[in-house]
């Protein structure tokens, strides 16, 4: 039986922070909660049955105005490096400066950029198995899309997230999803304890 093939699709930002929720206390550093995507993306891969080729893990997030915040964007460019090193595919967009600095800066379009790839992908036949990696549930329509595309080509199959104590996941209305599920040993086997800032 050939082995199916499987894209993940990470929203860095809501990952990061669903670890931080699921794993650590308010007061802990800056780097609980970042992970290695590529690591991630294969223990993803590997709760499913059967044999599986992790054909692509792209990674979506929003990245600052050095102008702005030079600092925080210097970290997340030597993020993005140590990313790109492993052979992950990052996606960004700058960061929206609505009220800063007296509010954060904000992602803006990233998610309808995964969106679309997720789509794309699946309608182009690039992958069997689709994982969706946020619990953003703004991502409800993409899930129902590749539904529709399974119920009317016979593929791909899409799976999403729950994380270790948390709520928050994408649902949709009267179908039943396939979760991948995110404890302590799958955090514990993916952390990254980089402090990029420095």
Not at 18 to 31: I, L, N
Not at 135 to 153: Q, S
Request: overall charge neutral.
């Amino acid at each position: 039986m050939p082995k199916r093939r499987v894209a993940v699709f990470i929203d860095y930002q809501n990952c990061y922070h669903a670890a931080r929720e699921a794993f650590h206390a308010a007061g802990d550093p800056m780097t609980g909660g970042q992970f290695w995507p590529k690591t991630f993306a294969n223990l993803l891969a590997s709760k499913g049955s059967g044999a599986v080729d992790l054909t692509y893990v792209g990674v979506y997030c929003g990245i600052a105005d050095p102008r702005r915040e030079p600092k925080t964007a210097a970290a997340r460019q030597k993020q993005i490096a140590a990313w790109q090193k492993a052979g992950v595919n990052v996606v960004t967009r700058p960061l929206r400066y609505g009220n800063w600095p007296r509010e954060p800066a904000e992602e803006k379009g990233i998610d309808v950029k995964l969106a679309i790839d997720v789509v794309m992908g699946a309608v182009q036949g690039f992958y069997d198995v689709g994982i969706i990696g946020s619990c953003d549930t703004d991502l409800g329509p993409v899930v129902e899309a590749l539904l529709e595309l399974k119920a009317t080509r016979g593929t791909p199959d899409v799976e999403v997230l729950a994380w270790k104590d948390r709520q928050n996941k994408i649902g949709v209305a009267g179908a039943a999803l396939v979760y991948r599920w995110v404890g302590d040993l799958d955090y514990a086997a993916m952390r990254d304890f980089t402090d990029y800032n420095l």
